[in-house]
């Protein structure tokens, strides 16, 4: 055989076995489980394959949610999954299952904003998004007095290796519950992804507003008090104050009307907003005593009832959330899970200004805070308050405290 029939044989042989080679990994891509051609197609393009954290439904309270939410997105994180876009709970939780509404996540806050704000750091995906909906690795989270942060740590490190699994579901309590292995800082960057979807934003800016028209040209901006003196926390205060053998948790109005009054470098006239849930108010005088310069309002005098009582719990408490946080000043309760969230969220916006320091009023600060459940060292107002970013854990701020970091 010469050279050039030599060539074409050679080349011949090859593009036959080229082309059986093909249509053999065709074949097999249609004929097998759609898993083992996704796999193929990840092995051919070097892409690797998306792996997710299922978690419980998220319930409580608005801000233990931000939180169980937060914690659920940093667990997927030291996972190196995405997690899968969790429910929420519309109403308040205790132990009523039955009244329990669940609500999607983006229906309160933006999906698509989320994952570019924190683009890198955690990400959000939809059960959509699934290829393998049977692939999926079932883990009940410990529990228990014995159940200590180092074995639940120990948990999801072994989780960690398990790639083969496309979805790990988590089953048992809420979240908000599970152990903590995460900084503040940390937490910081995934509430600073959230943002309130245009319908619940648009809320709180006609609700903003009005606060701000209430003394026309003369208003020197607004303070938010989030003025915890409803019946269910004063009830929970006190006994949290018997266990702890502390006498600085619950505050009454009047002292909180005190300490208000004694902020010092408050400008005069200005309209204080009272965060308050007015069903459970007992005292229905809220409005009065206020010192001169100080005038007070609440949902009913400004008359924005309307806008709350159209949403069920969860909209309601995004609405007073965003409007304390737009507050010029923000006096709360260091003890109240609201309160904590907010002035980290504040203090976290000084820090990326450039702020070093935001205690009290002046000095550049942009977005003073308060704790009036604490008097200011050598005076009679509250004692400024700033968070901590260099926290390791989001312990204080979950469950409350006297440190404040000022």
């Known amino acids: 055989m010469d050279l050039k029939h030599l060539r074409f044989f050679g080349t011949s042989v090859v593009s036959k076995g080229l082309f059986l080679i093909a249509t053999a990994l065709i074949i097999r891509a249609l004929v097998l489980p759609w898993g083992f051609g996704h796999d193929l197609l990840e092995f051919q393009s070097g892409m690797p394959r998306m792996k997710y954290l299922e978690v419980p439904q998220i319930v409580w309270g608005l801000n233990n949610q931000k939180i169980a939410f937060a914690r659920a997105c940093l667990t997927a994180r030291l996972l190196n999954r995405t997690l899968l876009m969790p429910s929420l709970s519309a109403t308040l939780f205790y132990k009523e299952i ?5 609500i999607s996540f983006d229906k309160v806050f933006q999906f698509e904003k989320f994952n570019s704000l924190c683009d890198g750091f955690v990400r959000l995906g939809r059960y959509s998004d699934l290829q393998n909906r049977s692939n999926i690795l079932v883990v009940e989270k410990g529990s228990g007095r014995r159940w200590t942060v180092e074995r639940d740590l120990g948990q999801l490190k072994d989780l960690k290796d398990l790639d083969e699994f496309e979805t790990i579901r988590i089953v048992g309590k809420n979240p908000f519950l599970w152990h903590d292995h995460f900084p503040v800082k940390d937490y910081a960057k995934v509430f600073e992804c959230l943002v309130l979807v245009d319908e619940i934003s648009k809320e709180a800016d006609k609700v903003v507003a009005k606060i701000r028209d209430h003394l026309g040209s003369e208003t020197n901006g607004y303070v938010a008090v989030h003025m915890r003196i409803e019946k269910d926390w004063m009830i929970h205060c006190k006994k949290r104050e018997l266990r702890s053998n502390l006498s600085e948790i619950c505050s009454s109005k009047d002292e909180i009307m005190r300490r208000v009054a004694n902020i010092p470098g408050l400008r005069r006239p200005t309209v204080v907003y009272l965060a308050v849930a007015d069903a459970l108010v007992e005292d229905g005088l809220i409005l009065d005593g206020w010192r001169e310069g100080l005038v007070a309002v609440e949902k009913k005098k400004l008359g924005v009832l309307e ?8 909209i309601q408490a995004a609405i007073d959330y965003e409007v304390c946080s737009s507050a010029d000043v923000f006096v709360g309760n260091s003890y109240s899970t609201f309160s904590s969230l907010l002035v980290l969220e504040r203090s976290a916006k000084m820090v990326r200004m450039g702020v070093v320091t935001g205690c009290g009023i002046g000095q550049g600060v942009r977005w003073p805070s308060f704790a009036y459940n604490l008097q200011a060292m050598g005076g009679s107002g509250p004692r400024p308050w700033m968070t901590s970013l260099s926290g390791s854990s989001l312990q ?10 000022c």
Do not use: F, R, T, V
């Not at 204080?396 to 970091?405: H, M, Q, R, V, W």
């Open 98 to 102: 039955d009244q329990l509404q669940p």
């Open 307 to 314: 806008i709350y009582n159209k949403h069920p719990y969860l």
């Open 396 to 405: 204080a701020i979950s469950y409350g405290s006297s440190n404040i970091s």
